[in-house]
């Protein structure tokens, strides 16, 4: 949404203020609905309080995946592409979604294509969906094409979710034993220092590191807290550098517990995009350098980059992927039978269908191997904790009896 300041007049005399709306034309119509003539609107520019932040896509992948069924029904039914639109403007619970179709019907209205005017909303609609949708048009087969986008990212939400379900229990045990250790450090150790003290016994090398422990967290809690924050912005900004993300991919995919899962996970993207865009008639030079894009992993994207190039030279695509480590044989193999009998799309597909089950499988035996394993991990911290206390207590008994 964008804020627009405007003058005018309405029956009281003249006005002035700002608004809030998709499009200059918006605006306008609402003012225009509030009884006010507008003389003179122009849009205000962003700032740091008004711009609207947004960390990857602003709308969720199952908004896109909604949309996109509900569009293709719309166009089998016979509805036109701009009353379509005007309708699923009103109908998605999407704020951002709502507000960037509404601005593609106006465009629409104007007779600009779809495709251009989707172009606009780059946040939302990925180069994929774009090329696509303008392939579509081309070939008169726009519900077919919606059809597939809505298939494609159906099954790119699943395996999302399947990665994020495994990786979440882990990170979710970890800060409740973070919160523990600190809880237990900052509230319950100290109560026993005096006991402690007045017992003037030596006390067990774990019981005196567990006390050491509870001051240095009492005195410099603030500092552990700026060490976190500092560690999550140094994470984020590594992720955005092109050079440093390619290392941070690399590491990901060498994880010894989650780096093959995340290498399919990566693999089964490439391929699924890189199937959708050809089958959808996107010229392949073309897809390879969208798929460079989306496949969100560095690693896997340079060596499509050289599969590229060594396709625009007149060779195989497979030549620089058969050479990497991230690439099983099993994918370059299955690449390359599709290339030599002009199956190519439906060979990508094979290969996605195959490690979207590895990755559903990989991710259920983790998450039955990671549960106990965190459990035991947490036991042990909380254990140790408790252990320190009660070693020197134990003593303290003996001496009384």
């Known amino acids: 949404m964008a804020r627009f300041k405007y003058t005018g007049r309405d029956r009281k005399g003249k006005k002035s203020g700002t608004i809030s709306a998709a499009s200059k034309r918006e605006a306008i119509l609402q003012l225009r609905g509030d009884g006010i003539r507008v003389a003179e609107i122009n849009e205000l520019p962003e700032t740091l309080m008004t711009k609207d932040i947004s960390i990857g896509n602003p709308v969720k992948l199952q ?137 003037g016994a030596e006390l067990p090398a774990i019981t005196q590191f567990v006390l050491n422990a509870s001051e240095f967290m009492q005195a410099y809690w603030w500092f552990v807290l700026l060490l976190a924050i500092a560690f999550s912005v140094t994470l984020n900004l590594l992720n955005s550098g092109s050079k440093t993300k390619y290392y941070m991919d690399l590491i990901k995919l060498r994880m010894p517990i989650f780096g093959k899962m995340l290498q399919k996970a990566a693999l089964a993207r490439m391929t699924r995009t890189l199937s959708s865009l050809f089958s959808s008639g996107v010229p392949i030079l073309n897809a390879l350098g969208i798929v460079e894009k989306v496949v969100d992993n560095e690693v896997i994207s340079r060596v499509i980059r050289a599969s590229r190039e060594e396709l625009a030279r007149g060779r195989s695509l497979t030549g620089p992927m058969a050479e990497h480590w991230a690439f099983p044989p099993l994918t370059t193999q299955m690449i390359s039978i599709g290339e030599e009998t002009g199956s190519l799309d439906a060979m990508l597909s094979k290969v996605a269908e195959f490690y979207e089950e590895e990755v559903e499988n990989t991710t259920d035996k983790l998450k039955s191997m990671i549960e106990p394993m965190m459990i035991v991990f947490l036991a042990g911290i909380v254990g140790t904790i408790v252990l320190a206390i009660m070693v020197p207590m134990f003593d303290m008994f003996n001496h009384i009896q």
């Open 63 to 199: 908004d896109i995946v909604i949309y996109l069924r509900q569009f293709a029904t719309l166009i089998k039914a016979g509805v036109t592409i701009v009353d379509a639109t005007n309708i699923l403007a009103l109908q998605t619970d999407s704020k951002k979604l709502s507000a960037a179709l509404k601005e593609i019907e106006n465009d629409l209205r104007q007779g600009q294509p779809f495709s251009d005017s989707a172009e606009k909303h780059n946040k939302i609609f990925e180069p994929m969906f774009i090329n696509m949708v303008r392939a579509g048009e081309a070939g008169g087969n726009m519900e077919e094409t919606l059809e597939r986008l809505a298939e494609h990212f159906e099954k790119q939400h699943k395996t999302r979710q399947k990665i994020k379900s495994a990786m979440a229990y882990p990170v979710v045990v970890g800060i409740i034993a973070v919160a523990v250790v600190i809880f237990m450090l900052v509230s319950v150790v100290p109560t026993f220092v005096g006991m402690f003290d007045d017992f």
